[in-house]
C-alpha cells in the first residue's frame, strides 16, 4: 500500500505568521498534490508537481506557495497566514496518467 | 471550475437498498476517479474508469462514464452501515496532470 506522510497533523498559526506543511512519499510517485478541505465541500486544488523542481498552480494558488526539492518531498508555503485559510490540507501522489491517487491523513490548521 | 453546479448533497437509506450517485463535468478528461473519504480520514480510491470504458465493475460498486454527456455515477447495491461516508468524484486530465473534485456525496446507511 502506498504511503503519504504529512506533517505536522494539527497546527495552531498566528495571522501574519509563517507555516509550512510537508508532505512526504516514498513510492516513487512522480505527481503529487496539495489540497484543502473546508467543512462540509470537496477537496480544492492548490498546487501540484510533476516532479522534483516542478510545481504548478492548481485552481486556487493566491496565499500559497509550494516547493518540491525532491521526488519525496512536496512542501506548501504560507508566507502569511490569514484566518480564511483555517482548514484541513491533503497531500496526494500518484504515478501520473490514468492511475490511482493515493493521500495522506491530512493537516488540520487553525490560523488565530 | 471543472464540475458543474453540484454542492454536498446528502442521502440518507436504509442499510440493504441500492443507492446511486451522479456527477457531470465540464471539460475534457481521459478518466473519473470515484473516492470515498470516512469521516476523519483521507480520500480512498474506490474505483477508475477510463474515458474509453463505459461501465466499471469492483464488488458492490458499479461506476458509468458518459462522455457524450460528461457524467458520470456510482452505484453501490446492498449498502452496509459501513459503506456510510462522503463519496467523491474526480476528473484526471491526463495532459495537465490536475486531478480535480466534484463537491461530493455524503451518505448516511441507517442499520
Known amino acids: 500500500e502506498a504511503a503519504v506522510t504529512q506533517s505536522p497533523r494539527n497546527k495552531v498559526a498566528v495571522t501574519g505568521g509563517k507555516v509550512t506543511l510537508s508532505c512526504n512519499q516514498t513510492?516513487?510517485?512522480?505527481?503529487m498534490y496539495w489540497y484543502r478541505q473546508d467543512t462540509g465541500h470537496g477537496l480544492r486544488l492548490i498546487h501540484y508537481?510533476?516532479?522534483?523542481?516542478?510545481?504548478e498552480k492548481g485552481d486556487i494558488p493566491d496565499g500559497y506557495k509550494a516547493s518540491r526539492p525532491s521526488q519525496e518531498n512536496f512542501s506548501l508555503i504560507l508566507e502569511l497566514a490569514t484566518p480564511s485559510q483555517t482548514s484541513v490540507y491533503f497531500c496526494a501522489s500518484g504515478m501520473g496518467g490514468n492511475t490511482e491517487v493515493f493521500f495522506g491523513k491530512g493537516t488540520r490548521l487553525t490560523v488565530v | 471550475s471543472q464540475w458543474g453546479e453540484e454542492n454536498l448533497q446528502a442521502l440518507s437509506i436504509q442499510e440493504g437498498e441500492d443507492v446511486t450517485m451522479n456527477c457531470s463535468y465540464k471539460t475534457y478528461t481521459t478518466v473519473v476517479q470515484w473516492y470515498r473519504q470516512k469521516s476523519g480520514k483521507g480520500p480512498a480510491q474506490l474505483i477508475l474508469?477510463?474515458?474509453?470504458?463505459r461501465e466499471k465493475r469492483s464488488g458492490r460498486l458499479r461506476a458509468t462514464l458518459d462522455t457524450s454527456s460528461q457524467s458520470s455515477s456510482l452505484s453501490i447495491t446492498g449498502t452496509l452501515a459501513t459503506d456510510t461516508a462522503v463519496y467523491f468524484c474526480?476528473?484526471?486530465?491526463?495532459?495537465?496532470?490536475?486531478?480535480?473534485f466534484g463537491q461530493g456525496t455524503k451518505l448516511s446507511i441507517k442499520p
Open positions: 508537481s510533476y516532479g522534483a523542481g516542478s510545481t
Open positions: 513510492n516513487n510517485h512522480n505527481n
Open positions: 474526480a476528473t484526471l486530465n491526463y495532459n495537465q496532470g490536475k486531478l480535480i
Open positions: 474508469i477510463r474515458s474509453n470504458e
